[in-house]
């Protein structure tokens, strides 16, 4: 059993950063995904990025705004958000996946989700 608690979030004005954090417990952390995923209202949940031992992946969204990275010693995975816009506004979740292979970008992939923390993002 994995346990996720995600914290960070907050309200940030358009160009401004956040760094949102997830720590981990149970399992082996160094072997398996970490993602994180934002569902804004009403529509539905969508990847942000994933990283694994070897190697990430970021949304076409995010990318070169955001980078996801981890700390096998601190069982934490960070997303260091960078010039953010209103349309990032959302409920961000980290979520593990400790049985693929390889990274997946698909939601249904990952076992154990935290609680979410929401970002805002101010025009």
């Known amino acids: 059993q994995v346990q996720l608690v995600e914290s960070g979030g907050g309200l940030v004005q358009a160009g401004g950063s956040l760094r949102l954090s997830c720590a981990a417990s149970g399992g082996i952390f160094s072997s398996y995904a970490m993602g994180w995923f934002r569902q804004a209202p009403g529509k539905e949940r969508e990847f942000v990025a994933a990283?694994?031992?070897?190697?990430?992946r970021t949304a076409d969204s995010v990318k070169g705004r955001f980078t996801i990275s981890r700390d096998n010693a601190k069982k934490t995975v960070y997303l260091q958000m960078n010039s953010l816009k209103p349309e990032d506004t959302a409920v961000y979740y980290c979520a593990a996946d400790t049985k693929s292979l390889r990274i997946t970008t698909s939601d249904i992939q990952y076992e154990y989700w935290g609680q979410g923390t929401q970002v805002t993002v101010s025009s």
């Open positions: 990283i694994k031992w070897s190697g990430g």
